[in-house]
Nanobody, 113 residues
């Protein structure tokens, strides 16, 4: 069982940055691939980024490549999402997931124009 708690969301102006954190409880965090998804109002949940359990491979959806960076600290049981050059289209609830089996409650990101 893994419990995930996201934090770091908020309101930011276009062009700004936010850093999301996802703290995991449980003893097997380092064995899970970790990911970030987002869901905008009226839209389906969308994959954003994934980092393998070892940290050796990372994947991004095209729309965030070059702007977002996923990273993890297995010693702290935490995965991060650094978001730069934010646009209003990035407004959504952001969720982290462990192996697509466990999900956090989400954190709201709102980007104003």
């Amino acid at each position: 069982q893994v419990q995930l708690v996201e934090s770091g969301g908020g309101l930011v102006q276009a062009g700004g940055s936010l850093r999301l954190s996802c703290a995991a409880s449980g003893r097997r965090f380092s064995s899970y691939d970790m990911g970030w998804y987002r869901q905008a109002p009226g839209k389906e949940r969308e994959f954003i980024a994934r980092i393998l359990y070892s940290g050796t491979s990372i994947y991004y959806v095209d729309s965030v490549k070059g702007r977002f960076t996923i990273s993890r600290d297995n010693a702290k049981n935490t995965v991060y999402l650094q978001m730069n050059s934010l646009t209003p289209e990035d407004t959504a609830i952001y969720y982290c997931t462990a192996g697509n089996s466990y999900w956090g409650q989400g954190t709201q990101v709102t980007v104003s124009s």
